[in-house]
């Protein structure tokens, strides 16, 4: 029989391995029988009751807390049932058991999130926000999870949600009056209003791309000359030989990824081939690649070698990297050049050799991922960076068929795309296939 959303579902809501407690979550319209059948009663709402949890044949298998939280003010939406005993393995596996056998089924990973979700507990971006806020690696990240599940993130979406529907509205009313048309739409100030929400748009891509390095972490690519010491500073970032240092200029050919953290914060750092013209053709592969992962890099950091300074080979590179990707310059080398390490004029100075600086970088690319502070940061994904940024590019087209063909047509339909966009970031027009690849990542029991 398939799965379906009438089911009651129950899960150990605990870690696996022995605890102080351990949890058992039923939600669905059996809990209340469950209750009946293990506790001997219902627990009254929300009040916790010390009771005994019987199997069966009225055998003891545990004691402990129940708690019953009828729907619709619960968790999931639904009826849910608490029970809270030792947590050792054999006992939650027993309770979970005489659960199941009270026609319950158990529940998939994050399935009590989704049926939260599905009920209208949560909007996506909160459910996502609930897996972020157990899975946050620095007190930062949970911090910016909380806030994302309190709706940081779902509450500047409604809005311009709100706008996008109110524009929909005039445009639409101008096309029933297609001799007036034009009229109606400058009267309406769609151009306006299209204009401030691409402004507020921008403004939210700019949170959310902070909010998504701090989940999903930023990638570093190190770039620079032969010899500057790229390989040595991933080396001495990750902290063990990853990549192999010689003297000979041209050393690293591939492309080498590491992850580390800074503080919980994940690092993606990259080490490319130094960066010059090359009659090799292994070494022009390699070149081809580092310019490959600095086109989709978060950052690069730019090493030179400080005994020699910034050149024109440098000011080639910075002329060629992406206009809007931010470089961090790093001048390596200090323990020959007598520079003193620290940042001064945008510059680290540092030594992958001696270490001298390296704290200096490790600070600048947290404060780069809005780590230190960043009010109002919330975690963000990349889906949601890619669903605002089709948004703004259906906004951009609505704009575009405004100002040149004045087709309300196309502006209505532009601007349908916009919503529908936008909506799969609270989930208003997600695909089944998109829930489940969501929920499924969550752990069982969530
Ligand atoms: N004294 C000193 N030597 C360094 C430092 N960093 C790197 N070197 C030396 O510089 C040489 C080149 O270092 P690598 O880390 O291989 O340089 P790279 O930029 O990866 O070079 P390619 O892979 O050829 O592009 C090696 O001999 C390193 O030991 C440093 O901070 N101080
Ligand atoms: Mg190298």
Redesign the pocket.
Known sequence: MADSPEDTIAAVATPPGVGGIGVVRVSGRRATAVAEAVLGRLPAPRRAIHAVFRGAEGEVIDDGLALYFPGPRSYTGEDVLELQGHGGPVVLDLLLTRCLALGCRAAHPGEFTERAFLNGRLDLAQAEAVADLIEAGSAQAARSARRALEGALSNQVDELLERLTALRVSVEAALDFPDEDVDILREAQVAERLNALDERLDTLRAGASQGALLREGMRLVIA?R???????LLNRLVQREAAI????????RDVLRETVSLDGLPLHVI?T??LRESDDPVEQEGIRRAWSEIETADAVLL?IDDTLGEGDAEAAMRARFPKSLPVITAH??I??SGAAPGERDARIYL????GEGVDHLRAHLKAQTGYAGGEGLFLARRRHLDALDRTASHVANASRALAQSRAPELVAEDLRLAQESLGEITGRFSSDDLLGRIFSTFCIGK
């Open positions: 620079g032969p010899n500057a010491g790229k390989s040595s240092v010689t003297h000979i200029p041209g050393t690293t080490d081939a130094g090493v390596n080398k323990d020959l030594s992958a050799v001696t």
